[in-house]
């Protein structure tokens, strides 16, 4: 058990779930649950996919490189930049194999509708990362239509760059967005990212200086990056986190799995994780302790459950 929900007093919901957090060594310093365990990382492999299309050949960078990197909000400065990554290879929007959805962030989501616009793939939070995609198969010279195809040149590079820097591939399925999928074990995300600064500068760089285009203007994984300069750090749905961090002068990686899925109890145990290692900010503080609220006042508290750290 990671996270209790309670309410007056009285602990009405919890939340299991998963924790590891490695050293710049790769070595496990920490571990709630068995971090060897299989893991689908869903959007939080997208840094290292970022990073394998680079090695392909794809000349990215700023933030658009974060965007390839990213499981956008659908805000209007996302899906322009969505376009213009297209437009740079001559291609649009209906080149996106992603499947039509809405923007993720609730706010952009209703502003999108309000402007009459219809599901679409360049509102898929994905559609950053398809765009690269597309971006490297037009470099490469590969075929475009079938870029999510599991034998596609861009797949087989993709996986096997994954594979060389997050450990052997378990299982495999496809994705919401159609992307073929990876099962890693939990630990080998963690080492994954807390390595990001050796095997991927360039995305690294790319998303700290630009995270809003890796969440959005008010996702917590943003707020994250903007608070804490030495951090980065990626969601996945089904409430996967995995984030690489340097606390004084240390390398860290953490990486996260909530066993229902649900994304309150994933950024309460990614800002937990930090504040154990000596990370301190405001934002550690807001994502750690969450009101629950009745008639609009708070009445409780969305908190890490006694006892994972030590203590009571």
């Known amino acids: 058990m990671l996270v209790t929900f309670e309410r007056a007093g009285v602990i009405?919901?919890?939340h299991s779930g998963l924790l590891v957090i490695v050293d710049g060594s790769g070595q496990v310093v920490f571990a709630a649950g068995d971090p060897e365990t299989?893991?689908?990382?869903?959007?939080s492999v997208k840094p290292l996919q970022a990073a394998g299309m680079l090695a392909a050949g794809l000349e990215l960078s700023g933030s658009w490189l974060a965007l390839a990197s990213a499981s956008h909000s659908g805000e209007p400065f996302h899906l322009a930049a969505v376009q213009?990554?297209?437009a740079r290879v001559g291609l649009g929007v209906e080149a996106l194999r992603c499947p039509p959805d809405w923007p993720y962030a609730l706010d952009a989501s209703r502003a999108y509708i309000a402007a009459g616009h219809a599901e679409s793939s360049l509102a898929m939070n994905c559609s950053g990362k398809h765009a690269?995609?597309?971006m490297t198969c037009v470099t490469r010279g590969w075929p475009l239509t079938s870029y999510l195809d599991a034998d596609h040149p861009l797949q087989v590079s993709l996986r096997e760059y994954v594979q060389a820097q997050a450990g052997p591939i378990l299982m495999s399925s496809v994705d919401g967005c159609g992307a073929p999928l990876?099962?890693?074990r939990l630990v080998?995300?963690?080492?994954?990212f807390a390595g990001l600064p050796e095997s991927a500068p360039e995305v690294e760089a790319a998303m700290r200086a630009h995270p809003d285009y890796v969440g959005g203007t008010t996702r917590d994984v943003s707020q994250l990056m903007r608070a804490v300069p030495s951090l980065v750090t990626k969601d996945g749905a089904e409430a996967v986190q995995a984030i690489g961090v340097e606390v004084n002068g240390q390398r860290f990686g953490i990486a996260l799995k909530i066993a229902d899925g649900s994304d309150r109890a994933r950024a309460v145990v990614a800002a937990e994780a930090l504040r154990f290692l000596g990370v301190r900010s405001p934002v550690l503080d807001d994502l750690a302790r969450v009101p629950v609220l009745g008639g609009g006042r708070p009445v409780g508290q969305l908190h890490m459950a006694p006892g994972v750290f030590g203590g009571t």
């Open 12 to 14: 009405e919901s919890v």
């Open 38 to 43: 299989p893991i689908y990382p869903r959007s």
């Open 84 to 86: 213009e990554m297209l």
């Open 132 to 134: 690269a995609m597309l």
């Open 182 to 184: 990876w099962g890693l």
């Open 188 to 192: 080998n995300l963690a080492r994954a």
